[in-house]
């Protein structure tokens, strides 16, 4: 959970963490999300069981990069470091030496060899912006993978990236301040940008908006074939079950159950406002405005 005084200074500028988002390259929040939170039109993204458990593995990790390199004493780095927009909180570091930033992860899919810079992209990113910030020349980042693997990663400073770091963190930052939101990228992008209001407008759709709307008829249809084909295995399946309420194989393995249930209880909203029409409206309260999307035969 962040501090106050964590939240504040992330509304001042970019973290390490937050750089592929600015770049438009997280796999986890959006340009335009991280934009909406910078301008405070949205709340900071809340923390997880992933998050969670990353931030109380860090001291064990950080312990077991210090046992594998006993000659190097690690210390706490400062608790920030900035640069114009630019800032990080080190996990620690060996001052002119190198950075450190402890990882956890799943399993090992997205990242490299043993000892390589081969790490996630959004990653590298965050350990670019601290290397910048830090002025050390290299970082290593330790891994814990699945809990039970430890693992070690090594990125030198690239100072190309960085300064393409640097001009795309300005370029969002500029945004931000003059309140223009970049483009929207996914559904719930578009919801949030485009969603709540319209106007008696025609436009005009060029050859990518035009083979995009093929292919969602072509999606849709598929669709709709597969849940013909599925309604009609299932219908095969109660079938044979008639009044029986488990489906077996030969080795008694269940394959389907089809089991009474208790009655829904539901509230008749217009049974109520018929009976009680003043309380109805009392209760009433108007929706977001919305927006219904069609796609046309």
């Not at 458990?53 to 900035?82: C, K, N, W, Y």
């Not at 799943?106 to 590298?124: A, C, F, M, V």
């Not at 830090?134 to 960085?162: K, N």
């Not at 083979?211 to 295995?233: G, N, P």
């Amino acid at each position: 959970m962040l501090s106050e005084a964590q939240k504040a200074l992330r509304r001042t500028g970019v973290g390490a963490s937050e750089c592929a988002a600015a770049l438009g390259l997280s796999p986890y929040q959006t340009r335009f999300e991280l934009y909406q939170v910078k301008r405070g039109e949205a709340p900071e993204p809340e923390d997880n069981l992933a998050m969670r458990f990353g931030l109380a593995a860090e001291p064990f990790i950080l312990s077991e990069f210090q046992r594998a390199h006993p000659d190097d004493l690690l210390v706490v780095a400062p608790d920030t470091m900035r640069r114009g927009r630019l800032f990080a909180h080190l996990d620690a570091w060996v001052p002119g030496r190198f950075t450190v930033q402890a990882k956890t992860a799943r399993t090992r899919n997205g990242w490299g060899e043993s000892g390589s810079s081969d790490i996630p992209q959004h990653y590298l990113l965050q350990v670019q912006q601290e290397l910048l910030l830090s002025g050390e020349a290299v970082s290593f980042v330790p891994v814990l993978f699945g809990g039970a693997d430890y693992d070690e990663f090594v990125v030198e400073a690239d100072r190309e990236l960085q300064e393409l770091i640097e001009d795309g963190i300005a370029d969002f930052w500029a945004l931000v301040e003059r309140g223009e939101p970049p483009e929207p990228v996914t559904l719930d992008d578009m919801l949030e940008r485009f969603g709540r209001a319209s106007r008696a407008e025609q436009v005009m759709a060029d050859a990518e908006v035009l083979r995009a709307a093929r292919e969602l008829h072509a999606i849709k249809a598929q669709r709709e074939q597969l849940d013909a084909t599925e309604a009609a295995l299932k219908a095969r399946l109660m079938g044979a079950l008639g009044e029986a309420d488990t489906l077996v194989d030969a080795t008694g393995q269940t394959l389907a159950t089809w089991k009474a249930t208790k009655p829904a209880r539901r509230f008749d909203a217009a049974a109520f406002e018929a009976a009680h029409p003043a309380l109805y409206r009392e209760f009433l309260r108007t929706g977001e405005p919305g927006r219904q999307f069609r796609l046309k035969d």
